[in-house]
């Protein structure tokens, strides 16, 4: 099973991006997934899960800012982000959490994408 993050770049304050993750494997279909992220000196983070029915939940600084979204016909799942803060710079990665905190994650960490907030 290998988890692709894509869609990370450099973008302005107030800014959006979307992020994309595609997965390989028949897992996908019945598997919650979710996005984290690992700000430079920090601990990784959850931001979003969306379970394989299409329920979600996010962490509290997410503030309705990011739609987290999935397509399972394409084995892909998307993190739409609006109202960019610095604070969100990290590099964000997809995963298949365990629990919906995602405290605990199924598959080895992948590469990431980089998100740069900055003027």
């Known amino acids: 099973v290998q988890l692709q993050a894509s869609g990370g770049g450099l973008v302005q304050p107030g800014g959006s991006l979307r992020l994309s993750c595609s997965a390989s494997g028949r897992f996908f279909r019945v598997s919650a997934m979710g996005w984290f992220r690992q700000a430079p000196g920090k601990l990784r983070e959850f931001v979003a899960r969306?379970?394989?029915?299409?329920?979600?939940n996010y962490a509290d600084f997410v503030k309705g800012r990011f739609t987290i979204s999935r397509d399972n016909a394409k084995y892909t799942v998307n993190l739409q982000m609006n109202s960019l803060e610095p604070d969100d710079t990290a590099v964000y990665y997809c995963?298949?959490?365990?629990?919906?905190?995602?405290?605990?994650?199924?598959?080895?960490w992948g590469q990431g994408t980089l998100v740069t907030v900055s003027s």
């Open positions: 995963n298949v959490p365990l629990d919906t905190a995602g405290d605990y994650v199924r598959l080895p």
């Open positions: 969306i379970t394989d029915d299409g329920r979600t």
